[in-house]
């Protein structure tokens, strides 16, 4: 039993290769495996609520949004373009930037409306001693983020295993 003045720590799950994501900085994780980048809400207000302001690419959902699987629901993230690029988009939590392009948005001037984003991530960008140091960081720790990611999987699995049997029961 979990205390009830702890709130349990947020985990969050590449949508690609399930891995678990890596905080770079408050509201952006990174996949260790396909580094892929995750923007939270709070990150992406800072270049305005309208970003990626472009249209509907329906035919591209395919992801589901990590943040809202935390929640124990599957949410599909809807793809919407900025410029040239196709980015999958939660409306309520973020979005999901496939390896390259986040290095697109920071050099691409067709990605409207991302100047602030820009000037956000030039300020914390890293050194690349930083980054041999993260990496060599990662290594040492992925068998214990392994066994932590296999344990929050299972106790999602379980939540939503014990919801659609209530729910089922209830029906009943």
Not at 43 to 50: M, N, P, Q, T
Not at 112 to 139: I, K, M, N, Y
Not at 142 to 162: F, G, Y
Request: net charge neutral; with cysteine; hydrophobic share 40%.
């Amino acid at each position: 039993m979990t205390s009830p003045y702890r709130q349990r720590p947020r985990v969050l799950f590449c949508p690609r290769c399930n891995v678990l994501l890596d905080m770079f900085d408050p509201g952006v994780e990174v996949c260790p495996r396909c580094e892929g980048v995750w923007l939270a809400r709070s990150v992406l207000d800072v270049s305005g609520a309208r970003w990626p302001a472009g249209p509907q690419v329906w035919w591209r959902n395919e992801l589901e949004c990590p943040d809202c699987l935390v929640d124990g629901t599957r949410t599909r993230m809807g793809a919407r373009t900025s410029g040239e690029l196709i980015v999958d988009q939660c409306p309520a939590h973020g979005v999901w930037l496939d390896r390259g392009e986040l290095a697109r948005i920071m050099t691409d001037p067709g990605a409207h409306g991302a100047q602030a984003l820009r000037d956000r991530f030039s300020a914390v960008a890293p050194t690349p001693e930083q980054l041999v140091v993260r990496r060599e960081r990662w290594r040492a720790e992925q068998e214990q983020r392994r066994l932590a990611a296999e344990l929050e999987r299972q106790r999602l699995e379980d939540e939503l295993a014990h919801r659609a049997a209530a729910e089922d029961a209830a029906r009943h």
